[in-house]
């Protein structure tokens, strides 16, 4: 078998396990728009993992159910405070703007892909003129997009800032199990017990295919967020072959796995290249990426041996590691790294 590569966890496949409740899933047929046992199920499981009473809906991808949750938080004359880096910012297309009919991202200088409560403060006191839009809410990603995780204390520091200031706390988790597992924390003390209000849980890059769940930890704020999926072309009429994958990857804490086998091979894929001449590790990988500087010419020649990776977010080199990334794959990129740096294999 080919190696996997390290240039997306958005390269993977679907876990097993995943695969196969799809196909139970599709053995009997089911009422349509979410009204089965495998959406109720699936919404349990998730409040269940939360130890919370919350509202749950699922959109196939995480730029949809950011820009919904964002856009049932604000009004169109609002603004939401970012990260610099944040996906919903820089790789969204302007989605959130889009769905909240122009509700603005006002960006907070962020330092390795987290912003603070300072930051937050520093933004929402820029401009209280009625000739600005009006903050409303702000958005954190956990895991971040340069791979650092929030701890519980930070996130509720955040969440402090925010009640104090009369803003909604939304969570971008297209990586969420990634930082649950880096934290070894409760779920529930990254997300409604730290202030966060809305997650954007993602399922498609922990071994899903296409599905994210929009958890709203406070039901009230959730009021009519269906009727927004549905304008949105996000309420799914098979809805139970977007929540059977979540059976599957809560059940025996499949996502918890899965995340940490990803974190891991981010850690072994920084000390496997750590000691090759013109490779820089940025930092020591939090969650499932490596972030590197490379001497010039080193990229090139990885890409001609068929590696693929990008160098567009945060200006290094990211290898990212999927769930399924196996011992032999990023051995086999190493190797190939020291190869074209000019060391020996050895
Ligand atoms: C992958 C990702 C998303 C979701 O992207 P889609 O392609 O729209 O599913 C959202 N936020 C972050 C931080 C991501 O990395």
């Given at each position: 078998?080919?190696?996997?590569?390290?240039?997306?966890?958005?390269?993977?496949?679907?876990?097993?396990?995943?695969?196969?409740?799809?196909?139970?899933?599709?053995?009997?047929?089911?009422?349509?728009?979410?009204?089965?046992?495998?959406?109720?199920?699936?919404?349990?499981?998730?409040?269940?993992?939360?130890?919370?009473?919350?509202?749950?809906?699922?959109?196939?991808?995480g730029t949809a159910a950011n820009a919904l949750a964002l856009a049932h938080l604000c009004q169109s004359y609002h603004s939401v405070l970012a990260a610099d880096c944040a996906h919903v910012e820089t790789d969204e297309c302007g989605a959130p703007e889009y769905a909240s009919n122009g509700a603005k991202l006002i960006l907070i200088p962020s330092?390795?892909?987290?912003?603070?409560?300072?930051?937050?403060?520093?933004?929402a006191a820029r401009r209280k003129d009625i000739h600005f839009p009006k903050p409303r809410a702000v958005t954190i990603s956990n895991t971040t997009e340069l791979a650092t995780v929030y701890t519980p204390d930070q996130v509720a520091a955040i969440g402090a800032?925010?009640?104090?200031?009369?803003?909604?706390?939304?969570?971008?988790?297209a990586r969420f199990a990634n930082a649950v597992a880096a934290s070894g924390c409760h779920p529930a003390d990254l997300t409604w017990r730290a202030g966060v209000d809305v997650l954007c849980f993602g399922g498609s890059k922990n071994g899903a295919f296409a599905t994210e769940a929009v958890v709203f930890f406070d039901r009230r704020q959730a009021r009519e967020f269906e009727y927004r999926c549905k304008q949105a072309g996000q309420l799914i009429s098979k809805m139970r072959f977007v929540a059977a994958p979540w059976v599957a990857l809560l059940d025996g804490e499949r996502w918890l796995d899965n995340g940490r086998n990803a974190n891991a091979s981010a850690r072994t894929l920084a000390a496997a290249?750590?000691?090759?001449?013109?490779?820089?590790?940025?930092?020591?990988?939090?969650?499932?990426a490596v972030f590197a500087d490379l001497a010039p010419g080193l990229a090139e020649a990885m890409h001609a041996r068929g590696w693929h990776f990008y160098n567009f977010i945060g200006g290094a080199h990211r290898w990212m590691c999927p769930w399924d990334t196996r011992p032999e794959d990023v051995a086999a990129f190493a190797a190939d790294l020291r190869a074209c740096a000019g060391g020996s294999a050895s």
């Open positions: 078998m080919r190696p996997r590569q390290f240039a997306s966890d958005t390269y993977a496949g679907m876990h097993p396990a995943v695969l196969a409740a799809m196909v139970e899933a599709n053995s009997e047929h089911a009422a349509a728009y979410g009204d089965d046992a495998w959406t109720r199920r699936a919404a349990d499981r998730i409040r269940e993992v939360f130890a919370h009473d919350a509202e749950v809906f699922f959109c196939l991808t330092v390795h892909g987290r912003i603070d409560p300072a930051g937050i403060r520093e933004a800032a925010c009640r104090e200031l009369g803003l909604a706390l939304h969570c971008d988790g290249v750590a000691g090759i001449p013109g490779v820089t590790v940025l930092r020591p990988p939090e969650a499932n």
